[in-house]
């Protein structure tokens, strides 16, 4: 707790076969993005089933300064998909004061920023949020009985750029975003209690068929 893992901004690693790589509460990861030009160190996977590439084990971790890549940037033209497919997440967290800020990050089919079950007073500002856009998925960010801030971004080729389950202590608060022309759908979105009810319904009929 309280250690910065500091990468060069001229560093490229490539993480591809590696998933769940475990952030420990109270480390930032960091890099020098805008520094005397530079665009941060570029951590990047090429593999499709990264759910994630980066997981919190507790509260206060930080990403500041980074490019993080993902597999895929495209928006494909399939609605669903199985647990084996092109899904993928950057970072996911059900920790509180997960802060995500001067990062450039792109190219995950589900999610580049995934708040779940209890990830209170996060914190995601002035990144660059882009190409996070595979049909009936693709978000920037996404809020599952969470609480988020998220402010001062710049978002670009997505589906929804922040999206939430709905579910009961699901909120966000989205101000100062810049919301650049290219989307294929709508920008914000927070789904109601008929939509994740259909949702556990098909996930149950699915467990009981197999």
Known sequence: EGDIIFVRGE?????????DIRVPGGVTIASDRGKSGSEGALIKTDQYNTRPLFRTQGDNV????????GPNPFMGDHLYYTPEDIRSDGIRTTHDNL????CNLWGFGYAG????????????????????QLAGLGYSVVINQSDVLIEA???????????????PGS??????NLILENANSHHFDMHGAR?????????VYKFDES
């Open 62 to 69: 930080r990403f500041t300064g980074l490019q993080i890549q």
């Open 195 to 203: 939509d994740y009810e259909k949702r556990d319904q098909m996930a």
């Open 99 to 102: 802060e995500v800020d001067n």
């Open 153 to 167: 971004n710049r978002f670009n080729n997505g589906r929804h750029h922040i999206a939430s389950s709905g579910r």
């Open 11 to 19: 560093t490229e690693l490539d993480l591809t076969g590696q998933t």
């Open 171 to 176: 909120s966000y608060e989205a101000r100062y």
């Open 113 to 132: 920023v995934n708040f779940s079950n209890g990830a209170n007073s996060g914190y995601v500002h002035h990144n660059f949020m882009h190409h996070t």
